[in-house]
């Protein structure tokens, strides 16, 4: 009875410790599919590419100071309030007609800067993000008929077929507004950041860049010394590969690191990210080495890390301000002239160049350029996106976000300044471990010269005592002499 009754617990605790560890498999699994999920970067879905497709679709023409541009600005505004920001509406006017920048500001906690006593005073430095979302319609607003690819998820191998489409700038540049918003929704996530950072959409870039101008000169002359870096974004849907720049100003030699810092920064989050490895993801140098005069200087210069295009980044770059500068293109050529933006077989209407032509079309671009999702990693979950253009803004919005957080060259992040003071610290508990040994062995080594000047005392007089005449005469003598003689010497032989 009793055997039975073991038994019968032991089955019973058996199942209980089976369920126990079947629910922490579950929990673990649980925790660790939202882990995983939370670590993986720049997954802010499709919100990017949405925003792109829908100012692209309802406002084509978005020309500088025209109703659509006026439109897709009000949306803009709509979208950052609805992100918890309240934008600054700068609305400017030019011979040609009024326009508006829409601004958001947001005070960062400053930076720790130690002066040469060691004092510690905060500094606040600016760091500037921008994107223009008016475009130029090209003067033929004709629409196009191309034979395009269908790319359905249900039948991506379908025959071709003819696909109407019509200039929308989805490449130029509702893609750089769409990245500037990821930017912002994803900044909105991060805890307080030290940099002081201006988000803008300018309005009429393409008109010299006159939202640029006029937000340049409304900062006050203090910002002006405290701006640290310009980050813009243009065109990242059609071009082959996604770069990012320096200005012109970074060809000077005196200060080309200067200058680049901020550019090498935003490298660096790229390659220690998984972005490759999650969605296929990388950013290039244009490293063609081609040597032409660049800025005009009558000096050549080295076509490295600057880009053939020009955006609102030039207004800064002529401040003296380092500037970033995203787009897509291709700089694989040898020679200057044959550059543009795409290889791709299927997007040479046009010699292979997108923005400011017909073919700057979302539904041409998607027929030719999206692709079905796919499972990356091989484990039968689908997992990637075949969207180009959600990938790129995200993965820009995510680098200039992370970038931030490098710091600046005039003083130190909160992260850094914790750093500094712990290593301040243990160098001084070190210091004084080192001070306290000292201190404890200094004792020990006058006891070492007492007990040594005390034993040279005592060999000192023991050796006095040995050399003084003995007082006694020896009490024994020898009391056997030898009792053999010496041998015979060998006789010589004759």
Not at 92 to 97: A, V
Not at 117 to 127: L, P
Not at 253 to 267: D, I, T, V
Not at 364 to 389: A, H, M, N, Q
């Given at each position: 009875m009793i055997r039975h009754i073991k038994q019968v617990n032991g089955r019973k605790l058996t199942a209980l410790v089976l369920c126990i560890s079947l629910a922490l498999t579950v929990f673990a699994t649980s925790c660790k599919s939202k882990d995983d999920k939370k670590e993986k970067p720049a997954d802010y879905g499709s919100y990017g590419s949405d925003f792109a497709r829908m100012i692209a679709k309802d406002?084509?023409?978005?020309?500088?100071?025209?109703?659509?541009?006026?439109?897709?600005?009000?949306?803009?505004?709509?979208?950052?309030?609805?992100?918890?920001?309240?934008?600054?509406?700068?609305?400017?006017?030019?011979?040609?007609?009024?326009s508006t920048n829409y601004i958001v500001k947001i005070p960062g906690t400053g930076f720790y800067d130690l002066n040469a006593e060691g004092d510690v005073k905060m500094k606040h430095r600016i760091a500037i993000i921008g994107a223009h979302y008016d475009n130029l319609p090209p003067a033929d607003k004709k629409t196009s008929t191309a034979t395009a690819k269908k790319t359905g998820k249900e039948d991506p191998s379908a025959e071709t077929t003819a696909l109407e489409y019509s200039y929308d700038g989805i490449n130029d540049n509702a893609s750089g507004t769409a990245c500037l918003l990821t930017a912002m929704k994803a900044f909105a996530e991060y805890p307080p950041f030290s940099y002081d950072v201006y988000f803008v959409a300018f309005g009429a870039g393409n008109d010299d860049y006159a939202g640029a101008r006029k937000f340049y000169e409304s900062l006050t002359s203090e910002e002006k010394l405290k701006v640290d870096v310009m980050y813009c974004?243009?065109?990242?849907?059609?071009?082959?590969?996604?770069?990012?720049?320096?200005?012109?100003?970074?060809?000077?030699?005196?200060?080309?690191?200067?200058?680049?810092?901020?550019?090498?920064?935003?490298y660096d989050v790229c390659f220690a990210n998984t972005l490759y490895t999650n969605y296929g993801f990388d950013l290039y140098y244009n490293e063609s080495g081609i040597k032409t005069d660049l800025n005009g200087d009558k000096v050549d210069d080295i076509y490295n890390e600057v880009s053939a295009n020009k955006s609102d980044y030039v207004v800064f770059d002529e401040a003296g301000i380092p500037v970033v500068f995203f787009d897509s293109f291709e700089y694989n050529f040898t020679n200057m002239e044959d550059m543009k933006e795409?290889?791709?077989?299927?997007?040479?209407?046009?010699?292979?160049?997108?923005?400011?032509?017909?073919?700057?079309?979302?539904?041409?671009?998607?027929?030719?350029?999206?692709?079905?999702?796919?499972?990356?990693?091989?484990?039968?979950?689908?997992?990637?996106?075949?969207?180009?253009?959600?990938?790129?803004?995200?993965?820009?919005?995510?680098?200039?976000?992370?970038?931030?957080?490098?710091?600046?060259?005039?003083?130190?992040?909160?992260?850094?300044?914790?750093?500094?003071?712990?290593?301040?610290?243990?160098?001084?508990?070190?210091?004084?471990?080192?001070?306290?040994?000292?201190?404890a062995a200094m004792p020990s080594t006058r006891r070492t010269t007492e007990s040594s000047e005390t034993t040279e005392e005592t060999t000192t007089e023991s050796t006095a005592e040995t050399t003084k005449a003995p007082t006694k005469k020896p009490t024994k003598k020898p009391t056997k002499k030898p009792t053999k003689k010496p041998t015979a010497k060998p006789k010589k032989k004759t």
């Amino acid at each position: 009875m009793i055997r039975h009754i073991k038994q019968v617990n032991g089955r019973k605790l058996t199942a209980l410790v089976l369920c126990i560890s079947l629910a922490l498999t579950v929990f673990a699994t649980s925790c660790k599919s939202k882990d995983d999920k939370k670590e993986k970067p720049a997954d802010y879905g499709s919100y990017g590419s949405d925003f792109a497709r829908m100012i692209a679709k309802d406002f084509p023409d978005r020309s500088p100071y025209s109703a659509g541009e006026k439109s897709v600005g009000e949306l803009i505004r709509q979208e950052m309030v609805k992100l918890k920001f309240e934008p600054e509406i700068q609305t400017f006017t030019t011979d040609k007609g009024t326009s508006t920048n829409y601004i958001v500001k947001i005070p960062g906690t400053g930076f720790y800067d130690l002066n040469a006593e060691g004092d510690v005073k905060m500094k606040h430095r600016i760091a500037i993000i921008g994107a223009h979302y008016d475009n130029l319609p090209p003067a033929d607003k004709k629409t196009s008929t191309a034979t395009a690819k269908k790319t359905g998820k249900e039948d991506p191998s379908a025959e071709t077929t003819a696909l109407e489409y019509s200039y929308d700038g989805i490449n130029d540049n509702a893609s750089g507004t769409a990245c500037l918003l990821t930017a912002m929704k994803a900044f909105a996530e991060y805890p307080p950041f030290s940099y002081d950072v201006y988000f803008v959409a300018f309005g009429a870039g393409n008109d010299d860049y006159a939202g640029a101008r006029k937000f340049y000169e409304s900062l006050t002359s203090e910002e002006k010394l405290k701006v640290d870096v310009m980050y813009c974004v243009e065109s990242l849907y059609a071009g082959d590969k996604v770069y990012a720049s320096s200005g012109f100003k970074s060809l000077n030699s005196e200060n080309r690191y200067k200058m680049r810092r901020k550019l090498y920064q935003a490298y660096d989050v790229c390659f220690a990210n998984t972005l490759y490895t999650n969605y296929g993801f990388d950013l290039y140098y244009n490293e063609s080495g081609i040597k032409t005069d660049l800025n005009g200087d009558k000096v050549d210069d080295i076509y490295n890390e600057v880009s053939a295009n020009k955006s609102d980044y030039v207004v800064f770059d002529e401040a003296g301000i380092p500037v970033v500068f995203f787009d897509s293109f291709e700089y694989n050529f040898t020679n200057m002239e044959d550059m543009k933006e795409t290889k791709n077989l299927n997007l040479q209407n046009y010699g292979g160049m997108i923005r400011r032509t017909n073919d700057d079309s979302y539904l041409f671009l998607d027929s030719v350029l999206v692709e079905p999702d796919y499972d990356r990693d091989g484990d039968g979950e689908i997992d990637t996106s075949g969207d180009r253009l959600q990938i790129r803004i995200n993965a820009i919005a995510f680098i200039i976000v992370e970038a931030l957080l490098k710091g600046s060259d005039y003083g130190m992040t909160k992260a850094q300044y914790d750093e500094y003071l712990a290593n301040k610290a243990k160098e001084e508990a070190l210091a004084s471990v080192n001070s306290e040994t000292t201190q404890a062995a200094m004792p020990s080594t006058r006891r070492t010269t007492e007990s040594s000047e005390t034993t040279e005392e005592t060999t000192t007089e023991s050796t006095a005592e040995t050399t003084k005449a003995p007082t006694k005469k020896p009490t024994k003598k020898p009391t056997k002499k030898p009792t053999k003689k010496p041998t015979a010497k060998p006789k010589k032989k004759t």
